[in-house]
């Protein structure tokens, strides 16, 4: 049996609204949901927009106000990252991509300029890019170019766990395909673990060995992209295979 990298227990995320004459009301966006990832596998989470996915992913990075978050979140690896849906937003674009993948080193403290030098242009050429880009400024760059900076910059720390928050939705199909390709080779070359976040049913089917069904910030289905597809119990599980063109039984 594999060991996890990623355990989420009960966890809640609420948020206090003003509720009638001014009383504070409680407001649940995710709701009691426990999963766990083990090492090595890629877990999509699907569901509609706006069902939870996101702020359950930031929660389990600890990006929200503790006060708003309950239940035990616990990881098994050090330094979790993120790749984002828009890189462009995400990328400094006042800096070269040089600079924007070594400043995660300068904090780290850990290497001197000609080692965290090396290790910026190794990580360029792992994720497909030439070490020429490292002069480029985000704005320079295509789509796609873009987003492997992204994953470059959540892997320049050498976590073992990623969460990818629709990381191929705003590219084209064919630029679709070289990221989950990239995002495959490096699970292997690295070792590495995935949360996996998408509405698009064909790509989590792509990529992913689990597959976690959300719907109002609940979990309402889970278990291998086989058995969910080929068998899904939960009657949202069924609309959204049927949306996706997928043949339920």
């Known amino acids: 049996m594999r060991e996890p990298v990623l355990e989420v227990e009960n966890l809640t995320v609420s948020y206090a609204d003003g509720g009638v004459f001014g009383r504070k009301q409680r407001r649940e966006i995710v709701h009691d949901v426990t999963f766990r990832i083990d090492q090595g596998q890629i877990v999509g989470l699907v569901g509609e927009s706006g069902c939870g996915k996101s702020t359950l992913s930031k929660a389990i990075l600890g990006m929200l106000p503790p006060e708003n978050v309950s239940g035990t979140i616990t990881h098994y690896t050090k330094r979790p990252q993120m790749v984002f849906q828009d890189p462009f937003s995400s990328l400094n674009p006042a800096r070269t991509v040089g600079w924007i993948l070594e400043e995660p080193l300068r904090i780290f403290g850990k ?102 069904v959300m719907q109002a910030g609940r979990i309402v289905e889970s278990g291998t992209v086989d058995q969910v597809y080929d068998h899904p119990q939960h009657a949202y599980t069924k609309k959204l295979l049927e949306s996706a063109n997928y043949a339920v039984q």
């Open 111 to 212: 290497y001197d300029p000609p080692e965290r030098k090396r290790r910026v242009l190794d990580m360029l050429e792992r994720v497909g890019l030439e070490r020429e880009h490292a002069q480029r400024k985000p704005r320079e760059l295509s789509g796609g170019q873009r987003q492997r900076v992204s994953i470059a910059l959540a892997l320049i720390q050498r976590p073992r766990f990623i969460i990818a928050d629709e990381p191929v939705s705003a590219l084209d199909v064919t630029i679709q395909a070289q990221v989950l390709d990239l995002l495959w080779d490096l699970r292997r070359e690295l070792d590495l673990s995935y949360l996996f976040i998408s509405h698009d049913l064909n790509v989590v089917y792509s990529i992913c060995d689990r597959v976690l």
